[in-house]
């Protein structure tokens, strides 16, 4: 592998690993991908994703967000 395709995984690698020790970027990340999912009309997913914020990321700023998501999404 090239120098600046190790450089590219490595990047990669340690955000991944920032995101994970970091449970506000997890969250973000979590609504991130539920926000894209009620794009695509896909509401379980979306579903989901914010039911795990809000039980294993309970005191992050996105948790609130995601309570109001599934208040909105009720039904679909």
């Known amino acids: 592998m090239h120098g ?3 450089r590219f995984l490595i ?8 995101a994970c020790a970091n449970p506000e ?5 979590l609504y ?3 926000q894209f999912e ?4 896909n509401f379980k997913h979306a579903r989901q994703l914010y039911e795990e914020i ?3 990321y ?8 995601a309570k109001e998501r ?6 679909k």
Do not use: C, H, M, W
């Open 4 to 6: 600046s395709g190790k």
């Open 11 to 18: 990047a990669v690698s340690l955000l991944f690993l920032s």
């Open 58 to 65: 309970p005191t992050t700023s996105y948790a609130s967000k």
């Open 38 to 41: 009620e794009q695509q009309n």
């Open 32 to 34: 991130e991908t539920a």
């Open 54 to 56: 809000t039980r294993d």
């Open 25 to 29: 970027g997890k969250s973000q990340q």
């Open 70 to 75: 599934l208040g909105q999404i009720e039904g």
